[in-house]
Each structure stands twice: as C-alpha cells, then as structure tokens.
C-alpha cells in the first residue's frame, strides 16, 4: 500500500505539471477577457488583427532565440543584427531602383546573409572561441549597431517601393502577409523540434550535452548551426520591420533583445536549457503586445506599458521557478 507521504505528494506533482503545461494559455485568456471588460474595442477583429500583426517581428525572431536558450545559451544581439538586416536589404533594394522582383529577392537575401553571417560568428566564438554566449552577445550588440550607423551613415533609407511594403501589409484574402509568415514559421519549427531528431538533439544538449556527445553528435556544430538560425531570423524580423516602417532606421529594433527574450521566458521556455515550447513563445510575444495595445486603448502612458511588462515578466520567471520547485522538492 502506498505511504501517505507518496500520495499526498502526486496531486502536487500533477497540478505543477498542468501549470507548466498549459498555465500561460490561461494568462493569454485572462488578458483577453480584462481587456475586454475594460475596453470595448478590445474585442473588433481588426484590433485582434493588428495586436498579432505587430507582434509578428518580434515572435519571428523570438522563434530562433527559444532554440538557443534551449542549448542552455543566450543571445543579446538579436535586436542590432536585425537593424544591420533591414538597413542592408533597403541598401540593395535601393540600389537597384526598388520596382524589379530580382532585386527585391536579392534584397531579402542579403539581409538574410547577413543575419546568418552574424549569428554563425556568434557561435563560433562562443563555442571555438571559449568565451560565454552572454558575453560574446553582448559585443555583437554593439558592433551590430555601430555597423548599422557606419552603413546608413546614421541617415534612414527610404523610398523602398511598394512591393517591398508588400510584405508588412500585404493581404491573402482577409489574412495579413505577416500573420501567415507567423503560421508557416512557427508549424515549421514546432515540427523541426518535436518529430526531428536533430530537435530532439537541441532539448538533450541543453540538459546534458555530455550525453549528446556521446551519442555521437557533434554538439558543437550544432551549436554553431543553432546560432546561425537565429541570426537568420532575426535578419528575418529586420526585413519585415523595415518593410513595415518603409525605411531603415539607423536605430531600429533598439532594446527588441530584451522584448525577444521576455517573450521566450514568458513562453515558459527555461534559461536553463532543455525545457520549453516554441508554440508557448509565440503565446508570449502575443501577451506582451497584448499588454502594450492594452495600455494604449487605456490611455496610459508608455512609461507604465515598460514597467508593466518587467513587472510580468518577473512574476512568470517566480511563478515558474515555485513551480519546478515544489515539484523538484516532491520528487526528491
């Protein structure tokens, strides 16, 4: 017969399990449904529309930071390599007069070349290099954007051509152009993840990169790869916001490395690699939006839309620290 001590402890263990599982879909709802009560535009398809639209930059390059963090690292340049993106790709396109097709993919690729180029040589440097991921980031923050200001020589690029804007408010029927960029992506990576073994790879690594090793993976390539994904995205995210802003702006997407990783960590994924759902982190890029649109309806002013995004945040990272550790200290 089971000891009390054992039975008492399952229900405890099952409601933590239920809370990480599915607790930030319920904070998604209990923002719609206040935000509902307190505005009555809230709820008008357009908003609803609009709030996802405007949260599609960040949840693209969000998607690329979750895999990282899920290798136990970070990544703080997300923000200054999608300004060196998006200045690059209106640099070409405006080189090439803005109207032909060719240029435009040329465009979108260089901008995505470089978001690679970037984020590969962050990882390079964190895994051959020896130095950590926090700090190698950190540089490229900087040098992503003193490079930005050196290329636009700190003057915005304009005159772009629609059908580079296209891509921000384009429409597929009644669907805009970024919401089914989101949906294309975020299938892609939640497959890539969950039925890949290579997806798998990227949760052990994070857990126990000994382990991975030995299975005879090379984690450090994988590594260097995962990087280099997130750069690519987040090049992804500087073309999409330069296509929405029709211009590339010297200071584009200034502190974007922090609503990324808010996003991620709101997602429920781990700072300490191995745990996490990329699906959750496009939950979290949409609460964060959903705040700040919130605010707006309200009137309040943006000072408290910053701090109440900090304050959020901070109580999702206790909520789910409390959780793992009951749920650690039950299963000790």
């Known amino acids: 017969m089971p000891e009390p001590s054992t039975l ?49 930059t960040v949840a693209v390059i969000a998607v690329g930071t979750t895999m990282v963090i899920l290798l136990a690292e970070i990544d703080l340049s997300v923000g200054s390599v999608a300004a060196l993106a998006g200045a690059v790709t209106a640099g070409v396109l405006k080189a090439g007069g803005g109207a032909d097709p060719v240029w435009l993919l040329l465009a979108v690729l260089a901008g995505l070349a470089i978001g690679t180029a970037l984020g590969a040589l962050n990882g390079a440097l964190t895994v051959w290099g020896g130095i950590p991921s926090f700090i190698v980031t950190l540089g490229m923050l900087s040098v992503g954007r003193g490079l930005t200001l050196l290329y636009t020589g700190g003057r915005p690029i304009f005159g772009l051509g629609g059908g580079f804007s296209a891509m921000a408010y384009g429409r597929v029927g009644p669907v805009p152009v970024p919401i089914i960029i989101l949906v294309v992506l975020y299938t892609l990576a939640a497959l890539f993840l969950h039925t890949t073994q290579l997806g798998r790879y990227i949760y052990a690594a994070g857990t126990n990169r000994r ?98 995004k900090g304050g959020v945040i901070l109580l999702a990272l206790l909520l789910e620290r409390s959780i793992r550790r009951v749920r650690g200290g039950d299963e000790m």
Request: charged share 10%.
């Open 8 to 56: 008492s402890a399952r229900p405890r263990r099952d409601w933590g399990q239920i809370a990480l599982a599915y607790g930030i879909y319920l904070v998604l709802l209990l923002f719609v449904a206040a935000m509902a009560l307190l505005s009555p535009n809230f709820l008008r398809v357009t908003n609803l529309l609009n709030i996802v639209t405007q949260a599609s």
């Open 211 to 308: 382990a991975v090793a030995l299975a005879g993976v090379n984690v450090d390539r994988l590594k260097v790869g995962v990087f280099a994904l997130a750069g690519t995205l987040a090049g992804l995210g500087g073309v999409l916001l330069t296509a929405r802003l029709d211009s590339a702006q010297p200071t584009a997407a200034t502190g974007w490395e922090l609503d990324v990783i808010a996003a991620v960590v709101l997602g429920g994924t781990s700072l300490y690699g191995g745990r996490g759902a990329v699906m959750k982190t496009l939950v979290g890029a949409i609460i964060l939006q959903l705040i700040s649109n919130g605010l707006n309806l309200l009137n309040v002013q943006a000072y408290w839309q910053q701090i109440t």
